[in-house]
Every structure is written in C-alpha cells, then in structure tokens.
T-cell receptor, first 114, second 115 residues
Framework: GENVEQHPSTLSVQEGDSAVIKCTYSDSASNYFPWYKQELGKRPQLIIDIRSNVGEKKDQRIAVTLNKTAKHFSLHITETQPEDSAVYFCAASKGSGGYNKLIFGAGTRLAVHP | ETGVTQTPRHLVMGMTNKKSLKCEQHLGHNAMYWYKQSAKKPLELMFVYSLEERVENNSVPSRFSPECPNSSHLFLHLHTLQPEDSALYLC??????????????FGEGSRLTVL
C-alpha cells in the first residue's frame, strides 16, 4: 500500500527565516498531495494542496512543489512567524471512488522562535 | 467551526467497558472517515464510509466497530479495548465529486484513555 515518509520530524527556525519540509511517497498512482497544519490541541486543517498535473503552487508565504518522477513533494514557508509554530502533516492519495483515502506522513513539529 | 462535531471530547474507560464515539457533520458531505492519532506516529486511517457504505477497513481490530446510519452521522463503538488503544480519534468528512479536491474537514477529536 501507499507509504509516505516525512522529514524532518522537528524543525526549529528563527522568525523571518524560511522552513522546508520534505515528503516522499511510494505509490506512483497518487495524484493529490495536501498539507495539513495542526496547532496544539486543535484539529488538523488544510493549508495548501497540489495535484499531480501541477509542479508548483503558491499561496502568500506558503508554497508546495511536486516532483512526480522522484515522488517527492515539499512545503516551503517563507518569512516564518511565531504563529506558524505547529505540527505539519503531508499526505498523498489517489482520490478516486468518491472518497479521498489520505495516507499521512508522521508529521513535522515546527517551532518558530521570536 | 468547521462543521464536524465530535463527542465526547474526552473519554476514560476500563478494558471491559463498552462506549461509543460520535461524529456529526453539517457540511452535506458524502464521505466520512475515522483516523487514529497516536503520539509520534502518522495519522492512521481506520475506516471510510462513502455514501453510507463502508469502503475501507484498514485491518482494524474487531474491538473497534464503526456505524454510519446516515450521511451526517458516524459512530465508533468500542469494546474490550487495550491500553495501547489510548489515542486521539479524529473524525473527518469530505465531498469528492468532479473538480472538488475532496479536502478532509476534521473534527476536534475524542481523546480516549484506556485504563
């Protein structure tokens, strides 16, 4: 079955620096790659996603890149702020059959220090 | 509010108890999910219901029994659990059709402790 590896498990940056989180997936048929942010004690929430027909997507300070050949995708956060501190999860799915069977990575705990 | 409500938020039970977790979505979605979140592990998909039919069962032990009586409600019935079943149980829903991305909307979770 699908397996998603995520690195690093923890990441500590200074406010204003950039943060990069990387994921690899195993199933070449995967076509949907979302990123979720989970603040302490809160629910995971979608922050950005990308489909396999697109190589890069940006939304203000957040961007995601996808390399289908290498089966890698990455989350880039620029100009980090303390409120970016959270656990970030990548996921992958084939998104077929009327539902979205998301397989998640283990998560990256990002700490942004003022 | 994301429109996905879970109750109870916290549950402590003994290994011989029977309890249920409830999830309700007010988003008109056609699929609902149960995920298990344990410390330092990926979110583990347990069950998926699409149009009230169970379509995924990821080798979950029979002491977990899901029920989806209608498209808005999802239950997880628990019996004779083990301490290692202690975790945060997250419910989610999605609407996957056409160009819709099928984004999962999660509830706040039910924190389960098995003594």
């Amino acid at each position: 079955g699908e397996n998603v590896e995520q690195h690093p498990s923890t990441l500590s940056v200074q406010e204003g620096d950039s943060a990069v989180i990387k994921c690899t997936y195993s199933d070449s048929a995967s076509n949907y790659f979302p990123w979720y942010k989970q603040e302490l004690g809160k629910r995971p929430q979608l922050i950005i996603d990308i489909r396999s027909n697109v190589g890069e997507k940006k939304d203000q300070r957040i961007a995601v890149t996808l390399n289908k050949t290498a089966k890698h995708f990455s989350l880039h956060i620029t100009e980090t702020q303390p409120e970016d501190s959270a656990v970030y999860f990548c996921a992958a799915s084939k998104g077929s059959g009327g539902y979205n069977k998301l397989i998640f990575g283990a998560g990256t705990r990002l700490a942004v220090h003022p | 509010e994301t429109g996905v409500t879970q109750t109870p938020r916290h549950l402590v039970m003994g290994m011989t108890n029977k309890k249920s977790l409830k999830c309700e979505q007010h988003l008109g979605h056609n699929a609902m999910y149960w995920y298990k979140q344990s410390a330092k592990k990926p979110l583990e998909l347990m069950f998926v219901y699409s149009l009230e039919e169970r379509v995924e069962n990821n080798s979950v032990p029979s002491r977990f029994s899901p029920e989806c009586p209608n498209s808005s409600h999802l239950f997880l019935h628990l019996h004779t659990l083990q301490p290692e079943d202690s975790a945060l149980y997250l419910c989610a829903s999605s609407q996957f059709s056409g160009a819709n991305t099928g984004e999962l909307f999660f509830g706040e979770g039910s924190r389960l402790t098995v003594l």
